[in-house]
């Protein structure tokens, strides 16, 4: 711990398709957002240790904390050795059952090992970001905690009385070896709070783990690193609003890309650059469900803003999302800390080839688009037959003026032949196909003329640039150019050369219009594991990613950076575009057999 605030490293995640815990290496959860991963915080000492809020729950006593997830599952276990026993806590945003309940309900089950460990817990709720006053109302048969109309119950069992005062409910107990405490955090807005009975919550917390081994049993990758696509594809399944379909970038905002600066997003939305990674990731690991559900989200989304499209959308679809600054401290002091994205009226004219790939790939996997999309995905491409000319933000989000980026013209590209290869199969009118291939012809010319540089023999990150940029390694991945092509080894090759640090890689090291440096962007690494593989050098890139997987923590989650000379994680947690990479990347090794 440092200042208050523990190492993003030592975090891990818990939740259940609408909200997601943070939960620290010691058992305490620091951040909690309810009803769902983007609505205000009910706990936040992640952002703000004096003022946030948080559930303790620990031994009163010296401890040494050791923690996994209980194989296949996204169910926590926390396990304190003391000098007088050892008690392990399990830890879940429970699935819900067949009966009457709270719509949202966090478990935490206290287990004796061994000896005799005296326990101590603490809820300190602060909702809305700690912006609205909290009343807390000793109640029978449990505490309540109230804010206008979100409500919270602290039920406990065998976990000691539970004591009340202005901004917190407390307990103490003892667990001797073979004894059980429960205790659970019930969860009600703008409808009656239900408490729940004991064996409710003990059931629910079963069925929940079997609901999450089930899932991951399913998955269909069994190459050499099964660990770590299982890890990776269940903490994106954590990242997946189930209502919607609709997949979140992070669980958690304002996490700084640099400690003390003023890089710090908010990450819980859904951007449209992630799509073909989410969706080629679901098929290849055969959650045919969740890529549907996906697809047609994001299809919902975008039609509301057609034929414009907006880089993120809000996980309900929609894209509302101004940026607002909140009055806490900032993790480690780095502000500001913000809620809502600037970016979402940013051109960022890459979408369009993510969007128009992502339902090439649904299409070639045998699901059908029916006539109304089909036309709207034609409008999409005339659409970037009359934008591409224009400069743009770019995939990073730069907020600096627009630039002729590389990778979103070749973007552009990857609109047009796949709404081409749509249309020639039949799914997409072929009134405009002509205008298509002219227009795709152009972009060509312009990325070959004006964003390649022939002494340094690579293409650059923007037209009239000598940078180089992390998504030039997209080229490949998406097939630009064919992977093998001696434009594209050299271009690999440049980035590798300009942007590592040893396996992990700059997303890019010019101007972007902000202040300060960052870390090292993770995803990018594994870009480039991917982009190796398919340039037909698997051994390299079997050594880069037998390199890559122990920089995950402990329980293998990634954060968005890492620092290159120490490895501290950096940026939002968990990222689920890192993990998305590292699945693509895995599966580059197997082709189809995935």
């Not at 594994?526 to 037909?536: D, H, I, T």
Request: with cysteine.
């Amino acid at each position: 711990m440092r200042g208050g605030y523990a190492p993003i490293r030592d975090y891990a995640v818990i939740g259940d398709g609408r909200a997601v815990a943070v939960v620290r290496r010691d058992a305490t959860i620091d951040w909690l957002c309810l009803p769902n991963l983007d609505s205000g915080s009910v706990f936040a000492a992640l952002l703000d240790s004096e003022r946030g809020g948080a559930f303790e729950l620990a031994p009163t006593i010296p401890c040494r904390a050791e923690r996994r997830y209980l194989p296949g599952t996204n169910v926590l276990e926390t396990t304190f050795r003391t000098d007088a026993g050892a008690v392990r806590v399990t830890d879940a945003l429970t699935l819900p059952d067949a009966r009457l309940g709270p719509f949202r309900e966090l478990a935490r089950r206290i287990e004796g090992l061994a000896g005799r460990v005296p326990m101590r817990w603490r809820i300190e709720p602060r909702f809305d970001y700690g912006r609205a006053a909290t009343r807390i109302e000793a109640r029978r048969p449990f505490p309540v905690a109230l804010s206008h109309g979100d409500a919270l119950g602290v039920c406990a069992w065998d976990a000691g009385a539970s004591r009340c005062d202005a901004s917190s409910v407390t307990g103490d107990f003892e667990v001797a070896e073979g004894g059980r405490a429960l205790l659970a955090v019930a969860a009600a807005r703008g409808e009656p709070l239900v408490f729940p009975g004991r064996a409710e919550v003990d059931a629910r917390l079963d069925t929940t783990v079997e609901f999450w081994r089930g899932w991951s049993s399913g998955l269909t990758y069994q190459g050499p690193w099964r660990d770590a696509v299982v890890r990776s594809a269940l903490a994106l399944k954590l990242l997946v609003f189930s209502p919607s379909g609709a997949i979140a970038a992070a669980s958690t905002t304002s996490l700084p890309e640099r400690i003390g600066g003023d890089r710090n997003w908010d990450y819980r939305f859904s951007w449209l650059r992630d799509s073909s990674f989410t969706l080629e990731a679901l098929l290849q690991l055969g959650r045919h469900t969740e890529a549907a559900a996906f697809f047609w989200w994001f299809m919902h989304a975008t039609r509301l803003t057609h034929p414009r499209l907006h880089p993120l959308y809000r996980l309900d679809g929609g894209v509302y999302a101004p940026e607002l600054t909140l009055p806490l401290a900032g993790y480690r002091d780095s502000k500001p800390v913000r809620i809502g994205n600037g970016a979402s009226g940013q051109l960022q004219l890459d979408t369009f080839g993510n969007v128009l790939d992502t339902a090439f790939g649904y299409a070639s996997r045998g699901f059908r688009i029916d006539r109304d999309t089909g036309k709207e995905l034609a409008r999409l491409a005339d659409f970037v037959c009359r934008a591409w000319r224009e400069p743009d933000r770019g995939i990073w989000e730069v907020r600096m003026a627009s630039r002729h980026f590389t990778h979103s013209k070749a973007m552009c590209w990857i609109a047009l032949d796949r709404a081409i290869r749509m249309a020639e199969a039949g799914m997409l009118p072929v009134r405009r196909i002509e205008d298509w291939k002219g227009e795709a012809a152009h972009i060509r010319t312009f990325i070959d003329e004006r964003c390649w540089s022939a002494s340094k023999q690579t293409y650059v990150r923007f037209a009239g640039s000598d940078e180089v940029d992390a998504s030039l390694l997209l080229l490949p991945i998406m097939r630009y150019g064919p992977p093998t092509d001696p434009r594209m080894r050299s271009t690999t090759q440049a980035v590798r050369r300009e942007l590592g640090r040893g396996p992990l890689v700059y997303r890019y090291l010019g101007e972007d219009g902000l202040r300060g440096g960052e870390g090292v962007f993770l995803c990018c690494s594994f870009w480039l594991v991917e982009a190796l593989a398919l340039a037909e050098r698997r051994d390299e890139a079997a050594q880069l990613m037998d390199a890559l997987l122990p920089l995950a923590n402990d329980v293998g989650l990634y954060a968005e950076e890492m620092s290159p000379d120490t490895h501290e994680f950096l940026g939002n947690f968990p990222q689920g575009l890192v993990h998305l990479a590292l699945i693509s990347a895995a599966a580059a090794f197997h082709g189809n057999d995935a």
